[in-house]
């Protein structure tokens, strides 16, 4: 159990972050906020399982936040290279110039 801190809190604040993050991803035109957003949005996904780990006492919510951190990892690489690929081209990095981007 979380010491003093119930489960519905932590699932609350996850909730919000998840709720930020999708606001950022629908709202804002910049891919390097968009990516942000999404890292928000693991971040909450992640909090989730730790705080559900914690209440039944198993570490299966750790386990799961590692592989979310894999994940995250993975998503930061290849937006990163995206950005510089598509900086590079249309000097620019508004998401509406991503659709010019055909291989």
């Not at 299966?60 to 592989?67: A, N, R």
Request: hydrophobic share 60%.
């Amino acid at each position: 159990m979380m010491n003093g801190i119930p489960m519905e809190h932590g699932l609350i604040m996850a909730a919000v972050l998840f709720a930020l993050g999708v606001t950022g991803v629908l709202i804002r035109r910049d891919i390097l906020f968009i990516l942000l957003s999404l890292e928000i949005m693991l971040n909450a996904a992640g909090l989730a399982f730790i705080v559900a780990g914690s209440r039944w006492v198993q570490p299966d919510g750790q386990l799961m936040f590692i592989f979310i951190l894999a994940v995250a990892a993975a998503e930061v690489s290849l937006g990163l290279a995206l950005i510089l690929c598509m900086y590079s081209w249309h000097k620019t990095l508004d998401v509406d110039c991503a659709s010019k981007m055909r291989g």
